[in-house]
């Protein structure tokens, strides 16, 4: 019977099959589980009558149970191929303990172990075996499926086929053999998180032109989306968990793999059960935190993206990103892994413009084609912009993969706390009139400075205390017009060049509001009193607090280093000279109290390179 895209069956109405009622009697007699939720019934019959199937159903929706249970209710073995060694062995762990007749073929099994499950597939005893891409791509691999009855094979986490997606995995594009090989042999691809251009992709990829495609939806109401600006981020950290999930497992995600150690290292000592978790941990010790998160309560895995795809733990109550992802689709996935019981759960994140830098950089020094950076970009500034709206966040993230919801959420940041605006039209236009008036050549800080009339070296070196917009900017401060620039790259009317250290360039679409011919509403940035207040002595009142948390962070470094304490590279004092008068350089840096020459020489580069990152992307 012909299927159409939407997953609805076309001809007569369905009449009674022997094979769904099956399927149903393994739902409750297997799984546990009294009715299906749609269309997980429509996509087991399908499979179940020799059809493929493209699945796309948010994480948590029951994805497995449709190549599951079809490979228990078909005759032979159901074929797996998954990406992650841990997740085939915890899904095989998970289906034996149901009574399944399950198992893995990858690396970890010795060589007498491995031929065990060979033969046990060859004989017909299994129902289901998982395998690696790169080991179902292998010719000896490929002889052996053919020799043994096979039900279907299941494609998971197929979103990693796309070149264009957040997960890409090479072998992946090879999996077109098994339409070739197999011919007769239904096929499910399943995937929790594809814009339209990786459906697209899959579907290509993948051979499945003529398979039902089954979109459930994405929304997962039971989430709370909550995102604000970095400028505490452990102290940021540190308050939402101990207000809101201080016995709860959770997972925290970072950018770098020393950053993932050092805030994994920092909650123990605040009392948390936190582990470490990145791709440079010996595969031992990341098999041991994976299991100790998964078997145990209340566990916290501080990780990069290495960790999490397929993570089946329910009673995950809390998602924390301290960095931002590249893409949506990465949020999205990630944020996913919270709440797969239903319950409700936080996705909570901190992000600032060095987040949008380090990744911009990441971008320029891939191998990728210039169209696969172009794609990329225009990804990241999807996910910038998600961060810097003022509507419902989560109208916005389903809206991203295509679905509309009709009124807001009531369930996100933005919902529960409305956004401060105001109109900032004419800051906008001060700020992008003096992007083009300084030449397109200059960062933040410089532009402010211009702005608010600053008097130094380098406003009268440039001459640019004759321009126009030389002193306009009066009205706002520091941070305000840091706000303001910000959101105006959010918004794509500003990019920024990172071949010229972070110099702000005009964008086309900035020329209606540079002409006065539109409007733009500016969110309105609380205060920082929490952060202030978290550090050690008052500071003064204008103080830009995320720059002096920054540089006491290098200071720790370097003590921790060398064995002393921090006091002994600078004084408070010193730090706090660093954040007012914002040097440029050593000789600007060698005039601070408490910079000898001595210190110069041995700290001015790594500080100022602290100093001007800041300053390029607050």
Not at 121 to 147: H, K, N
Not at 339 to 344: A, H, M, T
Not at 469 to 474: E, F, H, I, L, P
Not at 561 to 573: A, M, T, W
């Amino acid at each position: 019977m012909p299927f159409d895209y939407d997953g609805q069956w076309q001809g007569a109405d369905r009449v009674y099959c022997p094979a769904m009622s099956n399927a149903s009697q393994i739902l409750q007699s297997v799984f546990g589980y009294e009715s299906f939720r749609p269309p997980q019934d429509d996509i087991i019959q399908m499979v179940i009558d020799g059809g493929d199937a493209l699945v796309l159903m948010p994480t948590g929706g029951g994805k497995s149970l449709c190549y599951q249970i079809p490979a228990l209710a078909r005759p032979g073995c159901g074929v797996v191929i998954s990406p992650l060694i841990a997740l085939m062995q915890d899904q095989v762990s998970a289906l034996r303990q149901l009574g399944v007749r399950a198992s893995f073929l990858n690396s970890t099994l010795d060589p007498a172990t491995a031929r065990q499950v060979e033969d046990d597939l060859l004989s017909g005893t299994l129902d289901l075996l998982y395998i690696a891409p790169e080991r179902l791509t292998q010719e000896r691999c490929l002889t052996l499926l053919e020799r043994a009855p096979i039900s279907l094979f299941a494609v998971d986490e197929a979103h990693c086929v796309s070149q264009w997606g957040h997960d890409f995995r090479a072998d992946y594009l090879q999996l077109s053999l098994l339409h070739q090989r197999f011919p007769h042999i239904p096929r499910i691809a399943l995937t929790a998180t594809a814009d339209a251009r990786t459906r697209t992709e899959i579907i290509t990829r993948l051979d499945l032109g003529q398979a039902g495609k089954f979109i459930a939806g994405f929304d997962r109401p039971n989430i709370r989306y909550r995102i604000a600006l970095k400028h505490n981020p452990k102290q940021q950290l540190l308050r939402f968990l101990k207000d809101e999930h201080a016995q709860d497992a959770g997972i925290v995600y970072c950018l770098s793999r020393k950053k993932t150690e050092e805030i994994a290292f920092w909650l123990q000592e605040q009392g948390f059960n936190a582990l470490p978790y990145h791709a440079g941990l010996n595969a031992g010790t990341r098999a041991d935190h994976q299991a100790r998160f998964l078997r145990e309560e209340g566990v916290i895995i501080v990780a990069t993206i290495a960790f999490g795809m397929g993570i089946d733990k329910p009673d995950v109550r809390f998602v924390a990103h301290l960095d931002m992802p590249k893409t949506v689709e990465s949020y999205y996935q990630e944020t996913g892994r919270a709440g797969r019981d239903g319950e409700p759960a936080d996705a909570w994140m901190i992000y600032g413009l060095q987040d949008v830098i380090k990744l911009r950089q990441m971008m320029a020094s891939s191998d990728g084609s210039e169209e696969y950076k172009r794609a990329e970009q225009h990804r990241l500034n999807a996910m910038l912009g998600l961060c810097e709206i003022t509507s419902c966040r989560r109208q916005s993230l389903l809206n991203y993969f295509g679905e509309t919801l009709p009124a807001p959420c009531g369930n996100c940041d933005t919902c529960l706390e409305p956004v401060a605006t105001w109109d900032g039209t004419e800051a906008a236009r001060m700020a992008l009139s003096a992007v083009y008036r300084t030449g397109q050549r200059f960062g933040v800080n410089h532009l402010i400075d211009v702005l608010r009339g600053a008097e130094n070296d380098k406003i009268v070196q440039f001459n640019h205390q004759h321009l126009p917009t030389y002193g306009v900017g009066k009205d706002l401060d520091n941070n305000q017009w840091r706000s303001v620039f910000r959101q105006l790259v959010a918004r794509g009317h500003l990019s920024v060049d990172l071949e010229r250290f972070g110099a702000l360039r005009l964008e086309e679409q900035c020329r209606p509001l540079l002409k006065g011919e539109q409007q733009i509403e500016l969110r309105r940035d609380p205060k920082r009193k929490a952060a202030r207040q978290q550090t050690r002595q008052p500071l003064p009142i204008d103080m830009d607090v995320a720059l002096w948390e920054l540089l006491r962070e290098r200071r720790r470094e370097l003590a921790e280093e060398q064995g002393v304490p921090p006091y002994v590279i600078f004084h408070d004092r010193t730090l706090q000279e660093m954040c007012a008068s914002l040097p440029q350089n050593l000789a600007q840096f060698g005039r601070i109290t408490g910079v000898g020459e001595r210190k110069l020489d041995k700290y001015g580069d790594t500080f100022l390179q602290v100093i001007n990152e800041h300053l390029v992307i607050s």
